[in-house]
């Protein structure tokens, strides 16, 4: 049988590259993409140097020339891992900051798929993996234009899971938790790009970083490639299964949650992020 083809998004950094390259280690024919030039040289070289084959590709999943080269590839696999982590209160986030996050995570994502999952659908076989987050189905202050754009991914995906069933195209989420990656503490420095006037802000973003310890994310690779591979069949795969009981109980706790509960007390996650040092003091949770 014909070694399966797997296109990884987002692959320049992160989570992604380390996924993509463990992928080539054991031999998978993998695409790895990365928004930038300079993103997809440092790629290759890393690449190269651990003698791990890799055909590595800029594509800006943002830009529709991009996606149409992208087209042209023929793939058994679509890792759906690129994305940007804009932060800051609901309030406060400028209109620009805001479209961007959606641009990238929402808009950009499911224009890239439609292409891809045509071409599934034509030969009745493939997987379409959605690497979404636990905030996709949680919430913590600062976050909610990420958290948002992720709850999308899970409407988009679960839809297209129905939508494709009958074509034999297999769709996933894969749901990260807190990795130290980065990608967290860079979410709480995006203020720093705002065009706006500070003194109208309502909260001080020099003070606040990411309310979570993070983990160690060598860890997420084995159960990421686990559902990139399909050796598990389950739909939503939180990684870690650890924060199972945690999603479950935060969003069991929403139907009894009351309007009134502690109004005119700062909530508890808001002052977690004041209180919190960025990279969690550069220490894993496990």
């Known amino acids: 049988m014909q070694a399966e083809t797997i296109l990884i998004t987002g692959a320049g950094s992160g989570l992604g590259k380390l996924t993509a390259l463990t992928l080539g280690r054991l031999g998978k024919k993998v695409i790895a993409t990365t928004e930038t030039e300079l993103q997809a040289t440092t790629l290759k070289n890393d690449a190269d140097a651990l003698n791990i084959p890799l055909f590595v590709e ?40 805001f479209r961007r996050q959606y641009e990238v995570n929402v808009f950009g994502t499911l224009l890239f798929t439609q292409g891809f999952a045509r071409k599934m659908i034509r030969k009745r076989k493939g997987r379409i993996i959605f690497v979404s987050s636990i905030s996709g189905l949680m919430v913590n202050p600062f976050s909610g234009p990420y958290a948002s754009s992720k709850f999308a991914i899970e409407g988009l995906a679960s839809t297209m899971s129905q939508e494709l069933k009958e074509f034999n195209v297999e769709v996933a989420t894969i749901n990260l938790g807190p990795y130290l990656t980065g990608f967290n503490d860079r979410e709480f420095n995006t203020w720093k790009t705002w065009r706006d006037d500070p003194a109208e802000r309502i909260f001080n973003y020099e003070k606040l970083a990411f309310p979570f310890k993070q983990m160690d994310p060598a860890k997420a690779v084995a159960p990421m490639i686990k559902t990139i591979l399909g050796t598990t069949k389950m739909y939503r795969n939180i990684i870690p299964k650890l924060m199972f009981p945690l999603v479950e109980a935060v969003n069991k706790f929403q139907w009894m949650k009351r309007t009134t509960c502690r109004l005119g007390k700062r909530h508890l996650m808001v002052q977690q992020a004041y209180k919190m040092k960025p990279g969690s003091d550069g220490k894993y949770m496990i």
């Not at 800029?58 to 080269?69: M, S």
């Not at 793939?75 to 209160?89: F, P």
Request: net charge negative.
């Open 58 to 97: 800029k594509i800006d999943i943002t830009d529709p020339i991009d996606r149409e080269k992208a087209w042209e590839w023929e793939i058994d696999i679509l890792v759906n891992n690129a994305a940007v982590k804009e932060g800051g209160s609901l309030v406060d986030i400028p209109e620009e900051n």
